[in-house]
DNA sequence: TGTGAAAGACATCGCGA
DNA sequence: TCGCGATGTCTTTCACA
């Protein structure tokens, strides 16, 4: 697929903000026919624009009243310890996110818990029950001021 | 509305990973008829449960090829400096997430832009054109070790 | 590429158990 | 609360400009 022109990138910025957003509502906006629209969305799902489309939830109704980011140093950095710790976090149902990162850590989780005591169990039988956990350092959120799943693509 | 039972969290577990998939395939699943899986979904909107749908796309092929997260430290902490600060955050088209934090720094920022010299460009046209700015330390992601936006709900 | 129309699938809403 | 059936809407495809 060619890059996408200034209508493709209108679409997915509708998209974005709503996933559920019919083909005749784009239409209408965009002052285009229904089928452009559709054949374009085809070609962007086929081409790997867009990923996928996910019902986003409300974390504190669900009971995660804690977010955490939580910097990690691991002791060695060899290959094989670095690849091991990916796939041991990778497996943790409260890891949400996790990145490889350059700067003062290693790696940076997003960890999503019900309250401060499931935190301490995370870190103490999870995260510290790893070998190769160096130094950790976590970041509680207090208040989202903003959240925005959608890029700027237009 | 009540608390979530067990087919209402199978339903959320569905719906965040696919938030297209149709009342007729989630009732296929869960051996239950069409309208019981509409009425609940129906319910979770309005609860807030299920606060929107989403295209997610695709970060790297739309040339957002450097992702950071930013701490911030500010020089004052009185609330009009935090509020105008926050404001002021949200909106930059660059930075997705924005949490005020309790740990070593005040905020922490997710920026997603095209490469260094975008992010350079942030940090010293935007970012550090603000008042209030003291300390400041991003941590690039290299890697993509895991992401998921849904929530282990069951 | 875009338009318009037609067939099929789905969402939506009564009614009954 | 669930299951079934009717209706309107959307998706999907096809012929054509």
Known sequence: MKALDAIDRR????LQANGKATNKEIAGVLGMSITPIYE???????AGYIKAYAAVVDRDLLGFKLVAYCNVQLKEHSKEYLEQFESQ???LEEVSECYHIAGMFDYLLKVHVQD???????????LAALDNIGNVQSSFV????????SLPVE
């Open 89 to 91: 976090i990778a497996s």
């Open 40 to 46: 374009r969305i085809k070609k962007m799902e086929e």
């Open 116 to 126: 401060v005591e499931a935190y301490r169990a995370f870190l103490a039988d999870k």
């Open 142 to 149: 207090m208040k989202p001021v903003k959240w925005q799943l």
């Open 11 to 14: 679409i997915l910025t509708m």
